[in-house]
T-cell receptor, first 114, second 115 residues
Framework: AQSVTQPDIHITVSEGASLELRCNYS??????LFWYVQSPGQGLQLLLK??????LVQGIKGFEAEFKRSQSSFNLRKPSVHWSDAAEYFC????????????FGAGTRLFVKA | GAGVSQSPSNKVTEKGKDVELRCDPI?????LYWYRQSLGQGLEFLIY????????KSGLPSDRFSAERTGGSVSTLTIQRTQQEDSAVYLC?????????????FGSGTQLSVL
């Protein structure tokens, strides 16, 4: 069965600093991978997704993520964080062969300090 | 509708009572999911409906939890004999085909508080 691990419960970065949120997955084949963001008082919104092809994917709001098969990782990055990026970030994995449920990690809460 | 709609937005109930949570997915979406979000637990998968197929109930935590989806559209999640540990935000999501490749559209959730 697939699973997702987000090792960091919360991270604090300074505004303007770079950001990397970690995500590791467990799945028997190449999965479909997603990052979602949940801003305070708002619903979950898709940031980006990976299905195949180029392992570096670009998303909304200046985010990108890199799929590394050898490390079973799909880390989310942003070169310069803005105060409005403070939110909770969820990595998710969906199977590419039947059994369609999407499984989410526990989330990483991002705090941005001025 | 324009988005996934959930009702009620907040529900306070007494331990031992039954509750029903409703989800209206985006019109035309064949896949519907229920997740539970507790503090520090992330999004816990509960149940998944895809078209007319038998639902995937593998995430339901106990037999007190059940869900239906009528006419391939509206879904109701029922929790019987609620317990305090059931307190959480219950999120519904839908996707167009549920093939795993598409993004999920989430509702705003129902905050359930069991006293």
């Amino acid at each position: 069965a697939q699973s997702v691990t987000q090792p960091d419960i919360h991270i604090t970065v300074s505004e303007g600093a770079s950001l990397e949120l970690r995500c590791n997955y467990s799945y028997g084949a190449t999965p479909y991978l997603f990052w979602y963001v949940q801003s305070p008082g708002q619903g979950l919104q898709l940031l980006l997704k990976y299905f195949s092809g180029d392992t570096l994917v670009q998303g909304i709001k200046g985010f990108e993520a890199e799929f590394k098969r050898s490390q079973s990782s799909f880390n989310l990055r942003k070169p310069s964080v803005h105060w409005s990026d403070a939110a909770e970030y969820f990595c998710a994995v969906g199977p590419n062969t039947g059994g369609f449920k999407t499984i989410f990690g526990a989330g990483t809460r991002l705090f941005v300090k001025a | 509708g324009a988005g996934v709609s959930q009702s009620p937005s907040n529900k306070v109930t007494e331990k031992g009572k039954d509750v029903e949570l409703r989800c209206d997915p985006i019109s035309g979406h064949t896949a519907l999911y229920w997740y539970r979000q507790s503090l520090g637990q992330g999004l816990e998968f509960l149940i998944y409906f895809q078209g007319n197929s038998a639902p995937d109930k593998s995430g339901l935590p106990s037999d007190r939890f059940s869900a239906e989806r009528t006419g391939g559209s509206v879904s109701t999640l029922t929790i019987q004999r609620t317990q305090q540990e059931d307190s959480a935000v219950y999120l519904c999501a839908s996707s167009r085909t549920g093939t795993g490749v598409e993004k999920l559209f989430f509702g705003s959730g129902t905050q359930l508080s069991v006293l």
